[in-house]
């Protein structure tokens, strides 16, 4: 009776391997609110060398606004980028290229652990040629999804970065 | 030989000498089995002496306190020490898969005859055991090696026998698991390798030949995570074997991708050699070139294999090493309670050439009971699981090989699982005997004791002739 109690456990055991999708959420429901005094563009996965951008949230989201539900397959520790319309507090990097000597922006972001140092950057890129010019205000952080509904709101702390937090 | 008898009881208690002599034997009540026919003396597998050693660690472990165990397993899945798998490690894993394939199929063509089966399915409870690394960040799911691997073989004559073979891997990364539908999210990698081909024995000469095809098929690549691939590439691959060299080749168009020759040198009991002895400790060698590009120009490389008895056929070591360049690649320290190798324990290093220095090697084990393995770091699922390391990864597997006369041995064991042997000949005439008897009426007697014959059928008097006869013959 022993062995046939720890076979029906392994039993159970082989049979939660795929019925792990009944309790594991394999996508996430993300709703952002924007309680900034500022306009959110939007909501983007990038990777971690800044090469590819994936779009999450779509919507423009006004201050005190919030966006529609954008469901994707982020479960896991994701870069994430909001872009900001343009920021108000003093507490921004500017990002700066100039003509001809194009490559990849430096990114001198700092990590939202670091209290106190902006983490907003204003990428400015005047373009020559074929390039285009780039203007982007925006912050990036590293977020946790943990899959499921989850709502995500955004706001500017005292010292005037960007604070993100899961409700 | 119209029936067999296979005992699961061991040591039987036969009594060898009877009072009619040594011949004579009384059989025990036991268990049948109905195995397929192999020869007069009736081997049996002594699966009750593996079963025990099972219930023995088994034992061993709760002596330990399951409880304990459990608790270090639960730790040890989650999330504390694994690492997620880089997403190179998924795209570029077509070549191992194939080569472990190739690998598997010369072990079973040493033999080329009787059968194996291998099956086998990975288990991971935890979405964050295995997680995904990604260049967006790290993914939640689960990586996972579902393979079977099946040969059989026909006699055609005395000498000659024909065999197919299949092996099919289907491995990859999934945001659920599954047995047999994936999810196919946005972020899986599922990719498959099928190895089939025939092969031909001729057992006086001992030697094999063998060829056939390997598809490796991408089921599934999600978007921007992975670099473009062909989504389905067709190899061919050839084997021939004299004794106990061996050359193994597979090839992509016109171009090799591996090229392999074997040299067996242990002397193995499973196909007529020694059982024991200093031959027994000849070193078994195998050098494989491997294709390899980097940038446009070739990179070929070669990995020799040395695998060594250190101990009657139960304790082995396994070093392999890389030419030109790379140096040592992995040494395992291999024990098999039984040289049938059905249950065994290993302990392994590898060296995973990302960092310097003894930082670079990763030590890990594993355990393997005929049907569960449990493996931490092990250099085998290093490289045939994604460079999965830190956690532990419990796979439901069997493998069995079968010679044709009916013994049984695990993936490349030098000897077959313990049998056996009963004395149970069949006597024609003896059953005959017995059986005539039953049939046999008791002769009834008189009472002056006569004996009594009553006549059955029809019979025919035959009175006009001088010697009356009696005749039951049908009479016509």
């Not at chain 2, 997620?84 to 070549?95: F, K, N």
């Not at chain 2, 320290?333 to 302990?347: C, N, V």
């Not at chain 2, 006369?405 to 000897?415: E, L, M, S």
């Amino acid at each position: 009776m022993k062995y046939l109690r720890l076979f029906l456990c392994l039993v159970a055991l082989a049979l939660t391997a795929c019925m792990s999708h009944l309790f594991v959420d394999t996508t996430t429901r993300l709703q952002l609110e924007n309680k900034t005094d500022v306009t959110i563009l939007g909501l983007d996965v990038v990777s971690e060398d800044g090469s590819s951008v994936r779009p999450w949230i779509r919507d423009t989201i006004e201050p005190g606004e919030k966006s529609r539900v954008f469901e994707e397959d982020w479960v896991g520790t994701f870069r994430v980028r909001v872009r900001f319309d343009k920021w108000n507090a003093g507490a921004l990097v500017s990002i700066a290229k100039a003509c001809g000597t194009y490559s990849r922006p430096n990114r001198v972001y700092n990590t939202l652990a670091k209290q106190g140092e902006p983490n907003v950057f204003e990428k400015n890129i005047s373009g020559c040629g074929s390039e285009e010019n780039v203007h982007m205000v925006y912050t990036e952080t590293d977020l946790e999804f943990e899959g499921g509904s989850q709502y995500l709101v955004v706001s500017q702390d005292s010292t005037g970065n960007v604070a993100f937090k899961f409700k | 030989m119209l029936r067999f008898e296979h005992s699961l009881i061991p040591q039987t208690p036969y009594p060898i000498t009877s009072p009619k002599g040594p011949k004579a034997r009384v059989h025990t009540p036991k268990l049948y089995w109905i195995l397929p026919p192999c020869s007069r003396q009736d081997d049996v597998p002594k699966f009750y002496q593996l079963s025990s050693k099972i219930s023995f660690t088994i034992l061993l472990f709760m002596k330990i306190g399951l409880n304990k165990i459990l608790l270090l397993l639960a730790l040890a899945t989650g999330v504390a020490f694994a690492d997620p798998i880089p997403a190179e490690a998924l795209t570029q894993g077509g070549l191992p898969m194939r080569d472990r394939q190739l690998r598997d199929i010369g072990l079973v063509l040493r033999g080329g005859r009787g059968g194996f089966i291998d099956i086998g399915y990975t288990y991971t409870p935890s979405s964050e055991q295995l997680q995904l690394k990604s260049q967006y960040g790290v993914h939640n799911g689960y990586a996972f090696r579902h393979h079977y691997g099946v040969f059989g073989s026909w006699v055609l004559d005395p000498v000659s026998h024909f065999g197919f073979l299949t092996w099919f891997d289907r491995t990859g990364w999934d945001s659920q698991d599954f047995f047999f539908f994936p999810h196919y999210g946005d972020f899986a990698h599922i990719s498959s390798a099928l190895t089939w081909g025939f092969s031909y024995t001729n057992s006086k000469y001992d030697a094999t030949v063998a060829l056939g095809l390997q598809h490796q098929n991408l089921e599934k690549a999600g978007w921007r995570a992975y670099p473009h691939e062909s989504d389905s590439l067709l190899f061919y691959w050839a084997h021939a074997r004299f004794k106990n060299v061996s050359f193994q080749g597979s090839f992509y168009r016109n171009t090799f991708q591996t090229l392999r020759i074997s040299l067996e040198l242990e002397s193995r009991e499973l196909y007529g050699g020694a059982g024991n002895g200093i031959m027994t400790y000849l070193p078994n060698l195998s050098a494989t070139i491997y294709r390899r590009k980097t940038g446009d120009d070739d990179d070929n490389f070669i990995r020799l294999n040395w695998e060594q008895n250190l101990y009657k056929q139960i304790l082995y070591a396994d070093v392999s090493y890389d030419f030109p360049d790379d140096g040592f690649r992995s040494a395992a320290l291999k024990y098999y309670p039984d040289p049938s190798r059905m249950i065994g324990f290993e302990a392994s290093c590898l060296r995973r050439h990302e960092r310097s220095g003894a930082k670079d090697l990763l030590w890990g084990g594993a355990i393997d009971l005929l049907f569960l393995r449990f493996a931490y770091n092990s250099a085998f699922d290093y490289e045939n699981m994604f460079h999965a390391k830190g956690t532990f990864i419990v796979e439901f597997k069997f493998n069995i090989g079968s010679t044709p006369d009916g013994k049984f041995f695990g993936r490349g064991a030098p000897k077959a699982a313990p049998m056996e042997t009963t004395q149970s000949q069949f006597d024609m005439k003896k059953f005959m005997k017995s059986h005539a008897d039953q049939n046999m009426e008791t002769p009834t007697r008189d009472s002056e004791g006569r004996k009594v014959l009553h006549a059955k059928g029809i019979r025919y008097e035959n009175e006009g002739a001088a010697t009356a006869t009696t005749s039951n013959e049908g009479g016509y």
